[in-house]
């Protein structure tokens, strides 16, 4: 069975930490996104990667990075977590280019971040 | 700007028949995903319309007009496991995916 395994379901940090989401896929995607979810908005886009130690920026990637150091394996990193963080964070990994048919979206369980 | 707009939450029955309506205006289009997210879990591919007319695939179908901007997600039979929130994104001419906030479906018995 596809996976794609996001390490921490739940964390609670505080402001001005510095917090690592790890996701792994063991599908050999070339392809990887991070997302974040919030009630009332669709999925927007923070970073995404289609090759190793590459990466581009999506929609909001403020406040946050990203590292991609082995096929697998894409993190997240916010440098100094505010409330405004506070959030569901997607991992997501794909095969085909991103205009090649319907390249569907294998996605993580999610990690609930809570910033006090 | 982009923008998706599907129904916020929509209730059925059990046995019955619901359709989820999206309506989307983007610059360009390279198709339109339908996913199914149960609460707490993971996002998972239930369709993909890239041409017009209705895609059939068991209890689900999906309907795409793209001169109208518009889909839809027909779930007959309807089950208990149906509960769940569905979300409509469409790929714009960048082939970037822009995403619609989800519609919760509840189903009662």
């Known amino acids: 069975d596809v996976k794609v395994t996001q390490s921490s379901r739940y964390l609670v940090k505080r402001t001005g930490e510095k917090v690592f989401l790890e996701c792994v896929q063991d599908?050999?995607?070339?392809?990887m996104f991070w997302y974040r979810q919030d009630p009332g908005l669709g999925l927007r886009l923070i970073y995404f990667?289609?090759?190793?130690?590459?990466?581009e920026k999506g929609d909001i990637p403020e406040g946050y990075s990203v590292s991609r150091e082995k096929k697998e394996r894409f993190s997240l990193i916010l440098e100094s977590a505010s409330t405004n963080q506070t959030s569901m964070y997607l991992c997501?990994?794909?095969?085909?280019?991103?205009?090649?048919?319907?390249?569907?979206?294998?996605f993580g369980a999610g990690s609930r971040l809570t910033v006090l | 700007g982009q923008n998706i707009d599907q129904p916020t939450e929509m209730t059925a029955t059990e046995g019955a028949i619901v359709q989820i309506n999206c309506t989307y205006q983007?610059?360009?289009?390279?198709?339109l995903f339908w996913y199914q997210q149960h609460a707490g879990e993971a996002p998972t591919f239930l369709s993909y319309n890239v041409l017009d007319g209705l895609e059939e695939k068991g209890r689900f179908s999906s309907f795409l007009s793209r001169s109208k901007g518009y889909s839809y997600l027909l779930l007959k039979e309807l089950q208990m496991k149906d509960s769940a929130s569905y979300l409509c994104a469409v790929r714009d001419s960048n082939y970037q995916l822009i995403w619609g906030a989800g519609t919760k479906l509840i189903i009662k018995p």
């Open positions: 997501a990994s794909s095969s085909q280019p991103s205009g090649s048919g319907a390249n569907v979206l294998t």
């Open positions: 983007t610059s360009g289009f390279n198709g």
């Open positions: 599908m050999d995607h070339e392809n």
């Open positions: 990667s289609y090759d190793v130690k590459m990466k």
